[in-house]
Every structure is written in structure tokens, then in C-alpha cells.
């Protein structure tokens, strides 16, 4: 009796871990430009924010692609030594844009894309 309780406790221990093993989602997941998903705020606001930066229009910065990061520090990584930032993790995205010259740029933003880098 008690090896069937053992044996049946056990099952059901390997069958769980088994399930929720299988349903979890990819911790980050890339998206290619020209995809039909509308992109979150915070790529928009990164390509809004490239744009002014360079003097161009915001049509002529296109997304190449996009992902979900988790940065170390409230500079998103990209901190100078001169800047004080808050050494804790930051969920964002990490944005891949470019323009008509060929240029390619990496955008950091966090997750709503209230703080926006431009890696240099």
C-alpha cells in the first residue's frame, strides 16, 4: 500500500514538472522587421526617438527587428563613467533599426519605453 502511494505521488510529480515544463514561454523572442504585429509602444518611441536624434523622418527609420531584454542597470547598460546608475534589472526591449544609407542602430529602451539609449 504504502509503495503504491510512493509510486503514485511520484507519477504525478514527473507527469507536473513535465507540463509546466512544456508551457512556458521563451524568456525572449525576437521579431523581424515587416512582421503584420503592430510593435509595442516602446519600439515605436525607440524609432520616434531615433528619428529626432538624426533629423530625419520617422518613416525613414525602419525596424529591423526587436526583443525583450532584461538590463543590468537603469542605464540600460550603456551607462558612462561620469553617470550614477541603479545597478538592478531593468526589463526593456533592445531595438534594431535602420535608415536609408545603410546605417544600422541599436535602440535600448525600458519596458514602455520611458528611458531610450541609443548605443554609440
Given at each position: 500500500m504504502l509503495k503504491d502511494r510512493?509510486?503514485?505521488?511520484?507519477?504525478i510529480f514527473i507527469l507536473s514538472s513535465i507540463l509546466i515544463?512544456?508551457?512556458?514561454?521563451?524568456?525572449?523572442?525576437e521579431v523581424e522587421g515587416g512582421s503584420d504585429a503592430l510593435?509595442?509602444?516602446?519600439?515605436?518611441k525607440a524609432r520616434e526617438t531615433l528619428a529626432a536624434e538624426l533629423g530625419i523622418d520617422v518613416e525613414d527609420v525602419?525596424?529591423?527587428?526587436y526583443q525583450q531584454m532584461d538590463w543590468s542597470?537603469?542605464?540600460?547598460?550603456?551607462g558612462g563613467a561620469a553617470e550614477s546608475c541603479l545597478a538592478a534589472i531593468h526589463p526593456g526591449w533592445q531595438v534594431?533599426?535602420?535608415i536609408p544609407d545603410g546605417s544600422t542602430y541599436e535602440?535600448?529602451?525600458?519596458?514602455?519605453g520611458e528611458i531610450i539609449r541609443i548605443k554609440e
Open positions: 510512493v509510486l503514485s505521488i511520484t507519477i515544463a512544456c508551457s512556458s514561454a521563451p524568456a525572449s523572442k510593435p509595442p509602444i516602446a519600439v515605436v525602419t525596424i529591423e527587428s542597470d537603469s542605464c540600460l547598460g550603456l534594431m533599426l535602420s535602440v535600448r529602451t525600458d519596458e514602455l
